[in-house]
């Protein structure tokens, strides 16, 4: 077993797994990578606190669920998946780069307590307003292209709210 709990890195890509599961024990892992799999819910993942980075993107998952114990978190993929409302993400302190994409999101809200937060991609939601980005201190950008917000709502708020980051549309 000691072998095992030395792996840093996994990567399981386009194999169509429905479930994480057996990966309880890879306690040293930083990096895993699930991505383009047919995974439909976030589980299974409680042991390991070291990861940093997280690519769940293009799966069929519903909810974010499941990060509670992933403090250690940087990097968070969930592109391309049925996500519909931005929860789950309160203990990820340490979050600095949050991929969305393609999901069914008509809101940001949610990301209060992202303060590291340094780059947020929603492109490709169904968000009709730029909201709720208030409270993240340190973001740099925010991407939002393929979107029902037009340049002229962008910069009217960008103005408004004296944003010193860049907004991509």
């Known amino acids: 077993m000691d072998d095992i709990t030395g792996i840093e890195r996994l990567e399981i890509l386009g194999t169509d797994i429905k479930k994480i599961e057996g990966l309880e024990h890879l306690t040293g892992l930083e990096e895993l990578f699930l991505s383009a799999n047919k995974i439909t819910e976030i589980s299974g993942l409680e042991t390991l606190t070291g990861l940093s980075t997280l690519a769940l993107d293009a799966n069929k998952i519903t909810e974010i669920k499941g990060l509670d114990n992933l403090v250690n978190l940087t990097t968070l993929t969930l592109g391309v998946n049925r996500i519909s409302e931005i929860k789950g993400l309160d203990n ?13 999101i008509s809101e940001i809200k949610g990301l209060d307590n992202l303060k590291k937060l340094q780059v947020l991609s929603l492109s490709g939601n169904s968000l009709k307003k730029i909201e709720g980005l208030d409270n993240l201190v340190n973001i740099e950008k925010v991407y939002l292209r393929n979107m029902y917000i037009n340049r002229e709502q962008r910069k009217a708020y960008e103005k408004a709210n004296n944003f010193s980051y860049a907004i991509i549309v």
């Open 92 to 104: 990820l302190v340490n979050l600095r780069d949050l991929e969305l994409d393609l999901n069914n």
